[in-house]
């Protein structure tokens, strides 16, 4: 428009950052320049102008220092504000998804992780349930419930192999994935999860046993946790059938082998 100001380019503005920002620095230069270009400065008055340009350099040396070190200061800081906002961003990721008192998955976790195994390929689950944990409760207490709980998965974790993933998706019931595993791998590790557990009490309640009943599943790949987690749930229903304290395969497995 006419008569509008013309706003500088960019080339421009940044000589007028670094003018602005080395002003004092450019005063000296032109007042070394227009000392050195006199020819008719008498000695004394160039020592003498040569003495404030060396003060006044030495001035802006220490000035220069003081701004390299506060910069220095404000890095070393916006690193550790840094290192302290990653830290904290774990932090709340972590505890976003795992279970505060068995440090396992939580539900939404587990759920996340099953379905992202089911678009790689074959998935194996094992639904395990505590055997009368309201006894448990009722007997000894919800503090003693809250460390038999602990103290179980701290078994469960000895017993599966270091792929799987364990997640808590009841009160007392956890899963187990076995991403790209087979229905056999899931029955071993299911049996070695059993035999454990009765092999010896849990060391928080050394009186008795405390025993799981298991079902497994195995889900093809491209399904769903729904289908997969009912199939397992329905193999747990028909153990705690039969008396608790045993591992069972979902029914549908043996119909469509056949």
Do not use: W
Request: hydrophobic letters at 45%; proline letters at 3%; charged letters at 25%.
């Amino acid at each position: 428009f006419p008569g509008a100001a013309r706003l500088p380019d960019s080339g421009s503005a940044r000589m007028l950052d670094i003018n602005e920002l080395f002003r004092d620095e450019f005063s000296v230069l032109e007042e070394a320049r227009a000392a050195a270009a006199n020819a008719t400065l008498p000695a004394d008055a160039c020592r003498e102008e040569l003495l404030v340009l060396a003060l006044r350099y030495q001035r802006l040396i220490r000035e220069s220092y003081r701004l390299i070190s506060r910069s220095d200061r404000a890095e070393r800081e916006l690193n550790r504000i840094n290192e302290q906002l990653q830290q904290l961003a774990s932090q709340l990721e972590y505890e976003a998804t795992h279970d505060p008192l068995t440090a396992v998955f939580n539900r939404s976790a587990i759920i996340n992780q099953i379905n992202q195994a089911l678009r790689q390929g074959d998935v194996a689950l094992i639904l395990l349930d505590i055997d009368h944990f309201k006894r448990i409760n009722d007997e000894h207490g919800h503090p003693m419930g809250d460390k038999v709980i602990c103290s179980l998965v701290a078994r469960i974790r000895r017993a599966v192999p270091d792929f799987a993933a364990i997640g808590r998706v009841g009160g007392e019931e956890f899963t187990i994935l076995l991403p790209e595993a087979r229905i056999e791998d899931a029955m071993i590790t299911a049996g070695y999860i059993h035999a454990s557990l009765n092999a010896s009490p849990l060391d928080v309640l050394p009186g008795q046993l405390v025993t799981a009943s298991i079902g497994v599943s195995l889900g093809s790949r491209g399904s769903d946790f729904e289908s997969l987690y009912s199939a397992a749930d329905t193999a747990l229903y028909s153990a705690k059938h039969r008396g608790r304290n045993q591992v069972a395969l979902d029914d549908a497995f043996f119909r469509d082998a056949c």
